[in-house]
């Protein structure tokens, strides 16, 4: 491995160290942001052949992007930055990632402790920068070529990469104080520094032993609680927001329990479930259309909840479960308190993928409970499709439902957050094309939706992403990635001129601030915008037009297809019609 340290001063070999440790754990990307005093680590990283090296100049684009690439490939990015206020700008990513456990390891450069509190240029405390959003914090020594220390740096860095993994995924962020000089310049004393020392061994069965993963055989048998569930006879299965690494196992699993038990299974749009539905007959998509009918709401009270994941994002469904106030048991991996409602709740410390279930044997039982859910969710889903069929306008509403039945088989889709990830909830419905959501629930804000689908959709085709007009603006930036993207992105922006969301809310009515202080919309021309970046712009004329381009999918490339909504118009439509699906 010594082919790939950098031995031309005690800088250029501490980062190189760095890179090297990081490759041998695993690691496979670095997004790079500019600057100075990160020059070290940037010569390192980009020079290392077997890491992908991404430079991108937006700090909170470079980490949302990266907070994209870890979503979708499982493995923490390394992000890296110079001094001073550039890291502040990852802030509002590292909150996402610790919200939604995505890995993320942070290297953010620093002066050395002489140059700090005396108003050094571009200098800041930088010490903790994230606070309690960290898996794990420390700051590196200043660089130094004795060994005990470059075996202190190696060993450290496979820490941060452990630490990343637990107790949950999450951001480790590394402060990495350098003294000038800071460019690659040569130390005669360093290049000597190899034929005086052994590296041979230094970097031995670190891909090996060095990496700590969680352990995939670490089955939880749940048999004891699952046939002291069965006795209850009205229970629903909740499949909250989730984002799988195996969705054909979630799914395989979740079905069993359904099976074995005999319940329903409310399946948020952001889980897998809607996209593989063919592993359950038991699916419900509709639970929030079926709760907005008060008489249905009460006759379909459960005495017990089985919670995997996050809550769903439906507001109705909290509502309903508030009141209900049914024992309630929460599935997941992490140790996370996911009970906002503060039920009577329990936890179960394991991941759907990670359950055993071969001590279990289903048997055939019939419900009339099950069976009422079901007949509903038929209904409910047969008025979706008879009154959007009708329907020739562009509507919001219309959207999720087009695509749940057009999409290509395995497509990843992003879904912004606001009326795009509610529309999905109200009318995503049932398929086989096992098609992978991808969102960012974790602090549920609109912040780097361009800059994580990008990611997302790096080195990969058949990909889309689904967003509002405001949520786009707000990560405008993240075009600027458009030169060094590889893969296909196809943006489906909805414009609807302002904030629709707030449409539903009781502020709408207060005419005299809503539009400029709520809504606050931007009337930016796309077109404009599109070609400002490069990026190739569509306005959607129909929905048959907009079903011509999106089967097949390009194959590479960035686009945008703007659908223009009038927003008014399309709350009310949802206002006025959406008691109708249940009748």
């Known amino acids: 491995?010594?082919?790939?340290?950098?031995?031309?001063?005690?800088?250029?070999?501490?980062?190189?160290?760095?890179?090297?440790?990081?490759?041998?754990?695993?690691?496979?990307?670095?997004?790079?942001?500019?600057?100075?005093?990160?020059?070290?680590?940037t010569i390192a990283f980009a020079n290392h052949p077997n890491i992908e090296t991404i430079p991108i100049l937006d700090e909170r684009s470079a980490s949302?992007?990266?907070l994209g690439i870890a979503k979708r490939s499982c493995l923490p990015v390394v992000l890296i930055c110079t001094s001073g206020t550039a890291g502040a700008n990852f802030y509002p990513a590292v909150i996402e990632a610790k919200e939604?456990?995505?890995?993320?390891?942070?290297?953010?450069?620093?002066?050395?402790?002489?140059?700090?509190?005396?108003?050094?240029?571009?200098?800041?405390?930088?010490?903790?920068?994230?606070?309690?959003?960290?898996?794990?914090?420390?700051?590196?020594?200043?660089?130094?070529?004795?060994?005990?220390?470059?075996?202190?740096?190696?060993?450290?860095?496979?820490?941060?990469w452990n630490k990343s993994f637990f107790p949950n995924k999450g951001v480790v962020h590394l402060n990495c104080p350098f003294r000038e000089p800071l460019t690659p310049f040569t130390q005669p004393e360093i290049e000597l520094f190899p034929s005086r020392t052994d590296f041979r061994d230094f970097f031995l069965d670190i891909y090996e032993h060095g990496k700590i993963y969680p352990s995939n055989h670490s089955k939880l048998d749940i048999s004891n609680y699952l046939n002291k569930w069965k006795f209850i006879e009205k229970g629903i299965i909740i499949a909250?927001?989730?984002?799988?690494?195996?969705?054909?196992?979630?799914?395989?699993?979740?079905?069993?329990?359904?099976?074995?038990?005999?319940?329903?299974?409310?399946?948020?749009?952001?889980?897998?479930?809607?996209?593989?539905?063919?592993?359950?007959?038991?699916?419900?998509?509709?639970?929030?259309?079926?709760?907005?009918?008060?008489?249905?709401?009460?006759?379909?009270?459960?005495?017990?909840?089985?919670?995997?994941?996050?809550?769903p994002t439906s507001k109705r469904l909290r509502e309903w479960l508030e009141k209900v106030k049914a024992q309630c048991w929460l599935i997941d991996s992490s140790s996370d308190n996911f009970d906002p409602l503060h039920n009577h709740s329990f936890s179960i410390c394991s991941s759907v993928e990670n359950l055993d279930l071969r001590n279990i044997t289903p048997t055939e039982l019939s419900s009339d409970y099950l069976t009422k859910w079901k007949t509903i969710n038929d209904n409910v889903n047969q008025n979706i499709e008879s009154i959007f069929i009708k329907i020739d306008s562009i509507l919001q509403a219309k959207l999720p439902f087009i695509l749940s039945k057009i999409l290509p088989h395995q497509t990843k889709i992003f879904i912004a957050n606001s009326m795009s990830v509610r529309y999905a909830e109200f009318f995503w419905l049932p398929n086989n094309k096992e098609l992978i959501p991808y969102f960012n629930r974790g602090a549920n804000g609109i912040d780097g939706t361009l800059s994580s689908a990008l990611g997302m959709a790096q080195n990969s085709s058949k990909n889309i992403l689904v967003t509002g007009d405001l949520a786009l603006l707000h990560d405008t930036n993240g075009f600027l990635i458009s030169k060094k993207f590889k893969g296909h992105l196809t943006i489906i922006l909805v414009n609807n001129s302002g904030g629709g969301i707030f449409e539903m809310l009781p502020i709408s009515k207060d005419k005299s601030l809503f539009e400029d202080y709520f809504v606050t919309p931007q009337n930016i021309d796309f077109a404009k915008l599109c070609n400002t970046y490069d990026i190739q712009h569509t306005s959607i004329k129909d929905w048959q037009h907009l079903k011509q381009l999106l089967n097949p999918l390009p194959s590479s490339g960035i686009r945008v297809l703007e659908l223009k909504i009038k927003r008014k118009e399309d709350a009310s439509w949802l206002k006025n019609n959406l008691d109708k699906f249940t009748y």
Not at 5 to 33: M, Q
Request: charged fraction near 15%.
């Open 100 to 160: 939604s456990k995505t890995a993320l390891l942070i290297l953010t450069a620093d002066r050395p402790p002489e140059l700090r509190d005396c108003h050094a240029g571009q200098s800041i405390d930088q010490v903790k920068l994230y606070g309690s959003y960290c898996n794990w914090y420390t700051e590196l020594s200043l660089p130094s070529i004795e060994m005990k220390l470059l075996s202190y740096l190696r060993q450290t860095i496979v820490s941060a």
């Open 1 to 41: 491995m010594i082919k790939n340290l950098d031995f031309r001063n005690t800088n250029t070999l501490w980062s190189s160290i760095v890179a090297e440790t990081l490759f041998n754990l695993g690691l496979k990307t670095a997004v790079i942001c500019p600057g100075s005093r990160s020059t070290p680590l």
């Open 240 to 311: 909250g927001v989730n984002n799988s690494t195996n969705p054909s196992l979630y799914c395989e699993n979740i079905a069993f329990i359904s099976k074995f038990l005999n319940y329903p299974i409310l399946a948020e749009a952001l889980s897998p479930l809607r996209n593989f539905a063919s592993k359950t007959s038991n699916l419900i998509n509709t639970y929030d259309t079926i709760l907005y009918n008060q008489k249905l709401s009460k006759y379909l009270k459960p005495d017990i909840v089985i919670q995997f994941g996050q809550f």
């Open 64 to 66: 949302f992007f990266a």
